[in-house]
């Protein structure tokens, strides 16, 4: 039975392995459709929703399946409350991307507002915490987990500058009210890949040590 059990769990992982993958690369062209203006990456980010939905369904019930069928216990179970947690948020961090990817369809066809918004940073910042928060599950890493937990209020800075900038221009050029909104959930729709890859680094911290650090902002240094 325990030998079963280890091979279902080995399955469970190397599919959510799989969604992290295809998550990953449509966030990458998501913001290659935001840096570049490039409509062709936002129609793939677009039209290609409904693989992460059904794998995240697949994983999803996967998980509910050895529950039911194994009862696990300890590790085991953290692990499959773990990776529920983590199937979940990065089917939320999909559907982010098709919204930035929607956004920038759509500022790819309208006039470049001349201001500096900085978006390559930022992108990079998330990708950088995306990419580190599954790189902790990976290799079970909780001081990685910790540190991404700890990056959060960088990208928070920074959406909220965005914020301030967009006011202040909007009172400047009522004509461009449209593309600055645009560009206003841009930044909102990348801060909040930055909190599901802090959520799935502490879903990693709560799998490795049994520890629930969500909302302890002190736990992180």
Do not use: W
């Given at each position: 039975?325990?030998?079963?059990l280890q091979k279902e769990i080995g399955k469970l992982k190397g599919n959510l392995l799989r969604l992290c993958a295809l998550v990953e690369k449509r966030v990458e062209l998501a913001t290659s459709a935001i840096k570049n203006r490039d409509i062709k990456s936002a129609r793939e980010v677009i039209d290609s929703d409904i693989e992460?939905?059904?794998?995240?369904?697949?994983?999803?019930?996967?998980?509910?399946?050895?529950?039911?069928?194994?009862?696990?216990?300890?590790?085991?179970?953290?692990?499959?409350?773990?990776?529920?947690?983590?199937?979940?948020?990065?089917?939320?961090?999909?559907?982010?991307?098709?919204?930035?990817?929607?956004?920038?369809?759509?500022?790819?066809?309208?006039?470049?507002?001349?201001?500096?918004?900085?978006?390559?940073?930022?992108?990079?910042?998330?990708?950088?915490?995306?990419?580190?928060?599954?790189?902790?599950?990976?290799?079970?890493?909780?001081?990685?987990?910790?540190?991404?937990?700890?990056?959060?209020?960088?990208?928070?800075?920074?959406?909220?500058?965005?914020?301030?900038?967009?006011?202040?221009?909007?009172?400047?050029?009522?004509?461009?009210?449209?593309?600055?909104?645009?560009?206003?959930?841009?930044?909102?729709?990348?801060?909040?890949?930055?909190?599901?890859?802090?959520?799935?680094?502490?879903?990693?911290?709560?799998?490795?040590?049994?520890?629930?650090?969500?909302?302890?902002?002190?736990?992180?240094?």
């Amino acid at each position: 039975m325990a030998e079963h059990l280890q091979k279902e769990i080995g399955k469970l992982k190397g599919n959510l392995l799989r969604l992290c993958a295809l998550v990953e690369k449509r966030v990458e062209l998501a913001t290659s459709a935001i840096k570049n203006r490039d409509i062709k990456s936002a129609r793939e980010v677009i039209d290609s929703d409904i693989e992460i939905d059904e794998m995240e369904v697949e994983v999803e019930e996967e998980c509910l399946k050895i529950l039911a069928l194994h009862q696990p216990v300890a590790i085991d179970l953290r692990l499959i409350v773990a990776i529920l947690k983590i199937n979940n948020d990065l089917e939320r961090i999909g559907d982010l991307a098709v919204n930035i990817a929607e956004r920038g369809s759509y500022l790819a066809v309208q006039k470049a507002i001349p201001a500096s918004f900085d978006f390559s940073t930022m992108a990079d910042k998330v990708m950088l915490m995306l990419r580190q928060s599954l790189d902790s599950f990976v290799e079970m890493d909780a001081d990685l987990a910790f540190f991404v937990c700890a990056s959060d209020d960088e990208v928070d800075e920074m959406n909220r500058e965005m914020h301030e900038q967009v006011e202040s221009l909007i009172k400047e050029s009522v004509g461009n009210v449209s593309v600055l909104i645009h560009l206003l959930s841009v930044s909102r729709h990348f801060e909040r890949i930055a909190d599901h890859a802090t959520n799935i680094a502490e879903d990693v911290i709560y799998m490795i040590k049994g520890d629930i650090v969500r909302h302890k902002a002190e736990s992180y240094t």
